[in-house]
C-alpha cells in the first residue's frame, strides 16, 4: 500500500515572512491528520523560515530545483548539499516550467536526479505532455521518452527512493483538469514502464503524483484512481484552506 503524498509547490510566490506564515497555518491544520505525506517547496529563500515553522510536525520540506555539480562557479545555483543543510528531503526536478522557460531537458533532469539521490534526497520528478502534444496523440510516447530519460542509469534500489509527478502541461495554472479516466490512463502507462524498466514489486512502490488544477473539489476523484498516489498542488498550496482540502481527501 502506497502512502499517499500531497506536495505544495509554491513556485516563485510568497516571500520569508509570508512563507513562514503560510507554514504556520498549514502545521496548525495539517497536524492532526494521519497517514498522508506532506510537503512543502517554498522558494530557496524561504527554505529555512518554513524548516522552523514545520518543525516538529508532520509536514516534510521540499525544494523546486537542484544544481547536478557540487559547488564552484555557478552562478545563481544551489547545490544538494547546501539543500540538505536546510532541511530539505524532497526536490522537484524538470517540472515543465523549468523545461520551458529554463532548458531544462531530459538529460539534465537525469543528472539531477542522480545527484539528488546521492545525497539520500528524495526527487519528485516531472513529466507530462503539452496541449499540442496531446492533441496529436503523442501523450503516451512523450511521458515514455520522459521517464525513460530521468531514470538512466538509475539503480533499482535508488528507483524506489523516487517520486514521480504526472503533470499535464495544459492543466497547469489553467484551471483545466485531466479528467479521472485521462489522467489515470496516463499514471498506469508510467507504471506499467517502471516495472518494464524495473520489475513489478518495484513500479508498484513508487508513488505517482498527478498534477495540473488539483483543487479539494476534484481531488477526491483523482486520488481515487489506482495508480493515482497524491498530488502536485501549485495555486491551491498557496491557501491553506484549499492546501488542507486536498490533504483531507487524500
Ligand atoms: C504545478 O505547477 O506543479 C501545478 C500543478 O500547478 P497548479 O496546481 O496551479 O495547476
Redesign the pocket.
Known amino acids: 500500500m502506497r502512502t499517499k503524498i500531497i506536495a505544495g ?1 509554491w ?1 516563485m510566490n510568497k516571500g520569508i515572512n509570508d512563507s513562514k506564515a503560510l507554514a504556520a497555518s498549514i502545521v496548525e491544520k495539517a497536524n492532526s491528520i494521519n497517514g498522508v505525506d506532506i510537503v512543502l517547496c517554498p522558494t530557496y529563500l524561504s527554505l529555512s523560515s518554513v524548516a522552523e515553522a514545520i518543525k516538529g510536525s508532520n509536514c516534510k520540506l521540499g525544494a523546486q530545483d537542484a544544481h547536478w555539480e557540487d559547488d564552484g562557479a555557478y552562478t545563481g545555483k544551489i547545490s544538494v548539499s547546501m539543500l540538505k543543510e536546510a532541511g530539505v528531503e524532497y526536490v522537484i526536478l524538470g ?1 515543465s ?1 523549468q523545461r520551458q522557460f529554463f532548458n531544462e531537458t531530459d538529460e539534465t533532469v537525469n543528472k539531477k536526479v542522480v545527484k539528488v539521490l546521492a545525497a539520500e534526497l528524495k526527487p519528485i520528478i516531472c513529466v507530462g505532455e503539452s496541449l499540442e502534444q496531446r492533441e496529436a496523440e503523442k501523450t503516451e510516447e512523450v511521458v515514455i521518452a520522459q521517464v525513460k530519460g530521468a531514470y538512466a542509469n538509475i539503480s533499482e534500489e535508488d528507483a524506489q527512493k523516487t517520486v514521480v509527478a504526472y ?1 499535464p502541461i495544459w ?3 489553467t484551471g483545466k483538469t485531466a479528467s479521472t479516466a485521462q489522467a489515470q490512463e496516463v499514471h498506469a502507462t508510467i507504471r506499467k514502464l517502471l516495472a518494464e524498466l524495473y520489475s513489478q514489486s518495484t513500479a508498484d512502490s513508487i508513488r505517482i503524483q498527478y ?4 483543487k479539494p473539489e476534484n481531488a477526491k476523484d483523482l486520488l481515487s484512481q489506482p495508480d493515482i498516489d497524491g498530488g ?5 498550496a498557496l491557501k491553506p484552506d484549499s492546501f488542507i482540502g486536498i490533504i483531507e481527501a487524500a
Open positions: 509547490n513556485k517540472h516550467e503533470e492543466a497547469i495554472g498534477g495540473g488544477s488539483m502536485l498542488i501549485g495555486g491551491a
